[in-house]
């Protein structure tokens, strides 16, 4: 453990603008392609960034809570979406690993160009209201970094009517929350809470990703 | 001794793990659940009753320390989590014969123990969090145990909506400690302000008043009905406790005015509730117009902050415990033998059997109790509510009356539907043995004997009413 909280704080001092690069990366890979295979791992690399801006800031043993936490929800929610895609392919419709492969390009450059063109309109509102704040105790990056996460993780919501990507929305939006919070209150018991918050909510979108894969509604037959 | 704030907490949460294990066992899972907040509502009232006598027993008020945040419950807390688990006793209790699949009791059981943690938790920030950690819980009830595409809409739209409040309040948090932190005069005043809209954006998303379609219809539309009637009861129960103790902890949120953007967001919710109930198609859209509505008029009596306004709050708990548990019922019975329950499907439903009988009666009884109507249980809610809001704005208490109205209409074109002679009439497969039958009709005659004789509630909301305005 005391290996990956050194690792964590070497990262740390890594210069600003290259994690910047990668959470801006990580946010429009997500919010542009809709697909599990891609977005997962993207979610994973975007919580190693969280990770290293919050150990900028508070212990390095504190943002590897945060860094655990939502590795440990990317993979449950890997294995959730993976066998909601098995049961999509058992009734013959078509699944994350078959759109990668077969990719549509007739398709694909109008859904592209509107989630393109939103992604731009909310980076802008990100980087206008990050300019505009000023909060003691936050460090620039960091607000800078929680307001693109916040406007992109809406944005994600918004559009998102499947329960996984909706769900990746609601789980950036807790990141963003996260890196604005953390500096001004560094306790353990805030990490903890944060942290459970997270696994609690990864695992409730996995349930969900689960029940999204069925083919019809089925309810819980009556029990008289 | 026993902490009071840790048993409240500690005992719903490990009633949990016994109806989790006999959940094939319908009734011994209801059994841990009634028995578990039976004993907590106990433990409340021997609390009160000992710390008016001045005796010692087992259990202590005292502040209990966990990760170096304080437990405690404060005077008007008690109250509340009475009304809270009170609440919670009728909601289990009415869920008896449901389909809520497993995750209603145990993990009904872990949100209640969560929710009275983010009562009585102290400082407000750790309330807030929970709020997120039981909103998650809650969107695994909302699911149950439906599958399909786009099934997922309301537990996923609850928990988002609930996300999104989330940094409006920790921002709020932040300003106000700023504000209190600091001596310079200017700055205190200066971050009342944002403070105050801000959490009150934040408590009106939670409360899903905001009018623009939150999580109320997708909410009813997805979750078996008694899971809407767990969260518009409980989850709503607690958003405004929380508002009361952060208004206790800041000194200058306790004037009528310092919270204005409620009062905005609770008339919007009414005007939007009320004008859209009469010309729903179905019941879970008219029962959503309700929520929304009663969310309005929590937000508004919590604006008010008088004496009369917090008892017609505790009172409004209670009574929409009830008359949400009954019509749930009905609701129930109806969904198991259609899947919908839109009143073009259930045109001629009565006629098709007792079962369906018993169901518009729930439902009727249910649904007008719930806009308010004279001689039944809701009536002493709306009565109180009109009174406490006409006081000071008559033409609001106009509007809420109109508002219920407009609810009862909803409801009663659902049931003249039902009424109607159909010849295209589909059997309701539901049977109901014998005492189910005399249960559903008992319960549902229960909501016009409260209506009648409401004098326990009454007595209980007077004493919360008075203790929360004494701990300002």
């Given at each position: 453990m005391s290996d990956f909280v050194s690792l964590l704080e070497r990262l740390s001092r890594l210069t600003t603008t290259p994690l910047l690069i990668g959470l801006l990366v990580t946010v429009s890979g997500m919010l542009l392609i809709r697909n599990w295979r891609l977005s997962l791992p993207l979610m994973i690399a975007q919580y190693v960034v969280v990770g290293i801006l919050m150990a900028r800031s508070v212990q390095p043993g504190l943002a590897l809570i945060k860094l655990a936490s939502g590795v440990l929800v990317c993979l449950a929610l890997s294995v959730a979406a993976q066998r909601a895609d098995d049961q999509r392919s058992k009734r013959g419709e078509s699944v994350a690993s078959d759109r990668i492969a077969g990719v549509s390009w007739r398709q694909i450059p109008a859904r592209l160009l509107v989630r393109a063109a939103a992604l731009g309109l909310m980076l802008t509102v990100a980087f206008g209201a990050a300019q505009r704040l000023n909060i003691p105790g936050v460090p620039r990056e960091l607000l800078f970094s929680a307001t693109i996460l916040a406007a992109c993780a809406m944005l994600l919501i918004a559009t998102s009517p499947e329960a996984l990507n909706a769900g990746l929305g609601v789980l950036m939006l807790i990141s963003a929350v996260e890196l604005g919070y953390t500096p001004l209150e560094s306790s353990a018991s805030v990490s903890v809470i944060l942290g459970m918050m997270t696994l609690m909510v990864g695992m409730t979108i996995a349930y969900l990703t689960l029940a999204d894969s069925a083919p019809d509604d089925a309810p819980v037959a009556i029990q008289s | 001794m026993i902490p009071l704030a840790l048993a409240i907490v500690v005992t719903p949460c490990l009633a949990a793990i016994p109806a989790y294990l006999l959940r094939r066992w319908r009734i011994a899972e209801l059994m841990c659940a009634l028995i578990s907040c039976t004993a907590v509502c106990l433990a409340l009232l021997v609390a009160n009753s000992d710390s008016n006598a001045g005796a010692s027993s087992f259990l202590t008020t005292s502040p209990v320390l966990i990760f170096g945040r304080s437990l405690q419950i404060h005077g008007f807390d008690q109250y509340m989590l009475l009304a809270l688990f009170a609440s919670s006793i009728i909601i289990f209790g009415l869920?008896?014969?449901?389909?809520?699949?497993?995750?209603?009791v145990p993990i009904g059981l872990v949100v209640l123990g969560l929710l009275s943690a983010a009562i009585i938790v102290r400082p407000f920030i750790f309330s807030i969090l929970l709020m997120e950690v039981v909103a998650a819980l809650v969107a695994l009830m909302i699911q149950a145990e439906h599958i399909g595409e786009r099934s997922t809409l309301g537990a996923i739209r609850f928990l988002a909506v609930t996300t999104i409040a989330l940094p409006a309040l920790i921002a709020a948090n932040y300003l106000m400690n700023q504000g209190s932190e600091s001596l310079d005069a200017a700055l205190q005043l200066g971050v009342r302000e944002p403070a105050s809209l801000l959490l009150a954006l934040g408590f009106v998303l939670l409360m899903g008043?905001?009018?623009?379609?939150?999580w109320t219809h997708t909410l009813t539309r997805d979750a078996p009905p008694i899971v809407t009637a767990f969260v518009a009861t409980c989850t709503l129960c607690a958003v405004p406790v929380i508002v009361i103790a952060v208004q206790q902890e800041i000194?200058?949120?306790?004037?009528?005015?310092?919270?204005p953007l409620l009062r905005t967001f609770g008339i919007l919710s009414i005007v939007f509730g009320g004008a859209l109930a009469w010309a729903q198609r179905s019941f879970a859209r008219v029962l959503a117009c309700a929520i929304s509505v009663e969310s309005g008029a929590s937000l508004l009596l919590l604006q008010l902050g008088t004496v009369e306004s917090l008892q017609s709050l505790v009172v409004g708990m209670m009574m929409r415990s009830v008359s949400l548990g009954v019509l749930a019922i009905g609701l129930d019975i109806l969904r198991a033998s259609r899947e919908k329950d839109d009143f073009k499907l259930l045109?001629?439903?009565?006629?098709?059997?007792p079962s369906a009988r018993v169901a518009a009666f729930a439902l009727a009884t249910g649904g007008l109790s719930l806009a308010g109507l004279?001689?039944?249980?809701?009536f002493l809610s709306e009565w109180l509510r009109s009174r406490a809001v006409a006081s000071t704005d008559p033409e609001l208490a106009a509007l809420m009356l109109v508002a219920g109205a407009s609810i009862a209409a909803g409801f009663l074109r659902g049931i003249s539907a039902m009424l109607a002679r159909s010849s295209t009439l589909i059997h309701v497969p539901v049977r109901l043995r014998r005492s189910e039958f005399i249960s559903v009709a008992g319960v549902a005659f229960s909501v016009v004997i409260l209506g009648l004789a409401p004098q326990w509630v009454l007595m209980l909301a007077r004493v919360a009413g008075l203790a929360i305005v004494n701990a300002r």
């Open positions: - | 869920s008896w014969r449901s389909s809520n699949g497993w995750t209603f008043a905001f009018p623009l379609y939150t000194p200058w949120l306790q004037g009528r005015d310092s919270l045109r001629g439903a009565f006629h098709a059997g004279p001689g039944t249980a809701g």
